[in-house]
């Protein structure tokens, strides 16, 4: 391979999409969870806890999928959200062997707390966008997870 074909760093920082949405995405957890810090809540966790805020228990499997997640990185980060209290596991629908998640009162209290700070930086980081706004950010990125 002759060196003409390679880029340099500062062409692969121009050009590369993963590298640039990989450094994006960190930069917003960063500012997500310096927001939610308050409440002792990782961005990560907060997503758990609002994933898990309806009124049904929650399959592990379709929790990982809704929030892009491999099964054994959710049962590693619903660790500590359990081990706190804030979300607890039930048999769902009397087999054994499939486990639903739920939030518990104090999961439910936590992400009300929490819910002011996300907002806030949400709106921070949706005015980063301009001149585009969220609503046309939001499907190409999904666009992007499919693929």
Not at 42 to 50: P, V
């Amino acid at each position: 391979m002759d060196k003409e074909s390679l880029l340099t760093p500062q062409q692969m920082s121009l050009a590369c999409l993963c590298l640039n949405t990989q450094r994006a995405a960190r930069a917003v957890a960063r500012h997500y969870d310096a927001a939610l810090r308050p409440t002792g809540l990782t961005s990560g966790q907060f997503a758990i806890l609002s994933a898990l805020n309806q009124a049904d228990p929650v399959s592990i499997g379709t929790l990982a999928e809704g929030l892009g997640l491999e099964r054994t990185t959710l049962t590693r980060n619903l660790a500590p959200l359990e081990n706190a209290g804030l979300v607890r596991s039930a048999v769902a629908d009397g087999d054994k062997r499939i486990r639903g998640l739920l939030l518990t009162t104090s999961g439910r209290a936590r992400l009300t707390q929490a819910m002011p700070l996300w907002r806030a930086a949400q709106t921070d980081s949706a005015a980063q966008l301009t001149p585009y706004d969220w609503g046309t950010v939001q499907p190409a990125l999904d666009r992007l997870r499919h693929l």
